[in-house]
């Protein structure tokens, strides 16, 4: 097939309102800033669009286009890619592009699915509302019959975003053995006891996970909630992130909301124990905010919110480089679609034993430089950087 006869059945097809979703990938040179593309279609205010889904090498950005320019984009980007998966509403399609722009397009199969435009469906989670989870009964989030307490919505929401990254981590974590599992910070739990239930209960994983926490009632209580739900690889320390070197190896560190540089040291931790997958969602980034001398960038650091608020992205990007130099697939992505904190960005890596890319360590020192910025992850990993 020629190409443009593979852009005219595709936008026929997109015009036809037939798409279901699809996958472009395997990009022609490795250099290429945008990895994989993924298309579905989606309603925005009653507006039937297209949402392109890319993803770069550390983050992932949207667009959505109507369907005319979703047509003509998928004309540029292929350009780029020499494989795409297309599911349409009566049949998936295999695209191949040879070096030469020739197109194989084969049906793989006729099915009949529809197009759910997801910004109007009620959303799938993976823990579902209406079936009682013991775990969720036993810390008040459900009732005895399921339903998720009114109060309690958000939280369930939370939860299952968080379980989402735990099915996205699972091909990441070592199947022939006992995972380990560190959770810092760990507070009430409710998020460590959604991931030992997905992981154990659900996914039949052999692991051991740990939560650890400065505050000894609330582990006390833990650990008893832990007991009366038989969850018998899962336990609870008191003890500081700071202090905390029990461990040699770790497969999987989580950190979520722990203040400040308690992050930090935890992610370092995770990096000494050469963990598989590590999920961090920061809070309170104070340390730049006093560092933080660069006169370029007087303008916006006049302004105290504002100096807050840069601090805080500042100190995510700056850890999220680190990961990225000390052999991590990093990407910031969003916990939770409430509200647009910076305790809102989860930091997501996972070890690839890659190493940095030509000019990666000079664009770091340049930017922490500008910024008069000594990171507490820097000096903790000196030694690997
Ligand atoms: C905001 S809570 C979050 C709890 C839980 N991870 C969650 O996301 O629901 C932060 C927790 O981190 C704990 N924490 C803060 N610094 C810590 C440290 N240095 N060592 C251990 N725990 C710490 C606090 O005691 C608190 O329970």
């Given at each position: 097939?020629?190409?443009?006869?593979?852009?005219?059945?595709?936008?026929?097809?997109?015009?036809?309102?037939?798409?279901?979703?699809?996958?472009?990938?395997?990009?022609?040179?490795?250099?290429?800033?945008?990895?994989?593309?993924?298309?579905?279609?989606?309603?925005?205010?009653?507006?039937?669009?297209?949402?392109?889904?890319?993803?770069?090498?550390?983050?992932?950005?949207?667009?959505?286009?109507?369907?005319?320019?979703?047509?003509?984009?998928?004309?540029?980007?292929?350009?780029?890619?020499?494989?795409?998966?297309?599911?349409?509403?009566?049949?998936?399609?295999?695209?191949?592009?040879?070096?030469?722009?020739?197109?194989?397009?084969?049906?793989?199969?006729?099915?009949t699915k529809t197009a759910e435009l997801s910004h109007n469906r009620k959303k799938q989670y993976l823990l579902e509302d209406g079936v009682a989870y013991p775990f969720l009964v036993r810390l008040g989030v459900?009732?005895?019959?399921?339903?998720?307490?009114?109060?309690?919505?958000?939280?369930?929401?939370?939860?299952?975003?968080?379980?989402?990254?735990?099915?996205?981590?699972?091909?990441?974590?070592?199947?022939?053995?006992?995972?380990?599992?560190?959770?810092?910070?760990?507070?009430?739990?409710?998020?460590?006891?959604?991931?030992?239930?997905?992981?154990?209960?659900?996914?039949?994983?052999?692991?051991?996970?740990?939560?650890?926490?400065?505050?000894?009632?609330?582990?006390?209580?833990?650990?008893?909630?832990?007991?009366?739900?038989?969850?018998?690889?899962?336990?609870?320390?008191?003890?500081?992130?700071?202090?905390?070197?029990?461990?040699?190896?770790?497969?999987?560190?989580?950190?979520?909301?722990?203040?400040?540089?308690?992050?930090?040291?935890?992610?370092?931790?995770?990096?000494?124990?050469?963990?598989?997958?590590?999920?961090?969602?920061?809070?309170?980034?104070?340390?730049?905010?006093?560092?933080?001398?660069?006169?370029?960038?007087?303008?916006?650091?006049?302004?105290?919110?504002?100096?807050?608020?840069?601090?805080?992205?500042?100190?995510?990007?700056?850890?999220?480089?680190?990961?990225?130099?000390?052999?991590?697939?990093?990407?910031?992505?969003?916990?939770?679609?409430?509200?647009?904190?910076?305790?809102?960005?989860?930091?997501?890596?996972?070890?690839?034993?890659?190493?940095p890319a030509a000019g990666q360590w000079d664009r770091y020192k340049a930017f922490t430089q500008l910024l008069s910025a000594e990171p507490f992850l820097e000096n903790e990993l000196r030694h690997l950087l």
């Amino acid at each position: 097939m020629e190409l443009q006869t593979m852009h005219a059945q595709l936008a026929e097809r997109l015009g036809g309102r037939e798409l279901v979703s699809a996958t472009i990938s395997q990009p022609r040179l490795k250099s290429n800033d945008i990895k994989r593309i993924k298309l579905k279609p989606v309603n925005i205010k009653n507006e039937y669009r297209i949402q392109f889904e890319y993803q770069h090498e550390h983050v992932l950005k949207h667009e959505n286009l109507p369907i005319d320019e979703a047509a003509a984009k998928l004309e540029t980007v292929f350009g780029d890619f020499r494989q795409a998966l297309f599911q349409f509403t009566e049949e998936k399609v295999q695209i191949q592009l040879s070096k030469k722009f020739k197109v194989s397009w084969k049906i793989e199969g006729t099915t009949t699915k529809t197009a759910e435009l997801s910004h109007n469906r009620k959303k799938q989670y993976l823990l579902e509302d209406g079936v009682a989870y013991p775990f969720l009964v036993r810390l008040g989030v459900q009732s005895e019959d399921g339903k998720v307490k009114k109060q309690k919505y958000d939280k369930f929401r939370q939860i299952n975003r968080f379980i989402e990254f735990i099915d996205d981590a699972l091909e990441h974590l070592p199947k022939d053995r006992t995972v380990r599992i560190l959770d810092f910070g760990s507070g009430k739990s409710y998020l460590t006891f959604a991931l030992y239930h997905y992981l154990r209960i659900e996914k039949g994983l052999d692991l051991r996970v740990t939560g650890l926490d400065l505050k000894k009632e609330v582990i006390e209580e833990c650990q008893k909630i832990a007991d009366d739900l038989q969850y018998g690889q899962l336990e609870f320390l008191v003890g500081d992130i700071n202090d905390y070197n029990e461990e040699s190896a770790v497969d999987m560190v989580v950190t979520l909301h722990a203040c400040d540089t308690a992050t930090d040291m935890a992610l370092s931790r995770a990096v000494k124990w050469n963990a598989s997958v590590i999920l961090s969602v920061p809070c309170c980034q104070h340390e730049l905010n006093s560092q933080i001398d660069a006169p370029e960038l007087g303008l916006m650091l006049q302004h105290g919110l504002i100096k807050e608020r840069f601090s805080a992205l500042a100190t995510d990007s700056i850890r999220a480089e680190i990961l990225s130099l000390v052999g991590y697939e990093t990407q910031l992505m969003e916990f939770i679609d409430l509200e647009n904190t910076p305790k809102n960005i989860l930091i997501r890596a996972y070890k690839t034993g890659k190493k940095p890319a030509a000019g990666q360590w000079d664009r770091y020192k340049a930017f922490t430089q500008l910024l008069s910025a000594e990171p507490f992850l820097e000096n903790e990993l000196r030694h690997l950087l």
